[in-house]
């Protein structure tokens, strides 16, 4: 069975920093690989997905991710945060058998300070 | 124009009774799903139906039970509330191996 884990369950970061989030995961084959961002009282909206191809994936809000499988990590990043990044992340692993059985990380929540 | 759509956002309810939730998605997709997110924001999957057929059910008490009417609709329905249901239910949807798209939640509170 896979699993996620995203060691960081809480960041502040500076608006106009740089923000990494990390994700490693467990699974025996090649996973596909997510990233979610929720907002407070708001669903869960898809920043980026990894199925195959090239490990650097681009996503929405300027936002990458780049598969490491020697690390088994799905590593999220953004060059320069905004204020409206402050939210909660999701790392998420499905399984290329079971596709639609994804697994959650714990979440890290992001703080922007001004 | 919302593409999955849950009602009600907020359900508050005495312990023991039985309540619904229903979701719909319009935009087409074969896959539907019902996740809980707990107090600590742990995300986990209960039950996925694809075109209307039970394909995931995770070990979920049998006071849940999901209908699925048609592809489009996903209802979850629960009998003798607990205290420890309180949670947000997401309902999401994808289509064959596209990413899930998820609806805002309801927020379940039991007094």
């Known amino acids: 069975a896979q699993s996620v884990t995203q060691p960081d369950i809480h960041i502040t970061v500076s608006e106009g920093a740089s923000l990494e989030l990390r994700c490693n995961y467990s699974y025996g084959a090649t996973p596909y690989l997510f990233w979610y961002v929720q907002s407070p009282g708001q669903g869960l909206q898809l920043l980026l997905k990894y199925f195959s191809g090239d490990t650097l994936v681009q996503g929405i809000k300027g936002f990458e991710a780049e598969f490491k499988r020697s690390q088994s990590s799905f590593n999220l990043r953004k060059p320069s945060v905004h204020w409206s990044d402050a939210a909660e992340y999701f790392c998420a692993v499905g399984a290329t058998d079971s596709w639609g059985k994804l697994q959650f990380g714990a979440g890290t929540q992001v703080v922007v300070t001004p | 124009d919302t593409a999955v759509s849950q009602t009600p956002k907020y359900l508050v309810t005495q312990m023991g009774n039985d309540k619904s939730i229903k979701c719909e998605q319009n935009?087409?997709?074969?896959?539907m799903y019902w996740y809980k997110q707990d107090s600590k924001k742990f995300l986990k999957i209960m039950f996925s139906y694809n075109n209307k057929e039970l394909i995931i059910n995770e070990t979920v008490p049998n006071r849940f039970s999901p209908k699925s009417p048609d592809k489009a609709h996903l209802n979850l329905h629960i009998n003798s509330l607990e205290l420890g249901d309180s949670a947000v239910y997401f309902c999401?949807?994808?289509?064959?191996?596209?990413?899930?798209?998820f609806g805002d939640g309801t927020r379940l509170s039991i007094l």
């Open positions: 999401a949807s994808s289509q064959s191996s596209e990413p899930q798209h």
């Open positions: 935009l087409g997709h074969d896959t």
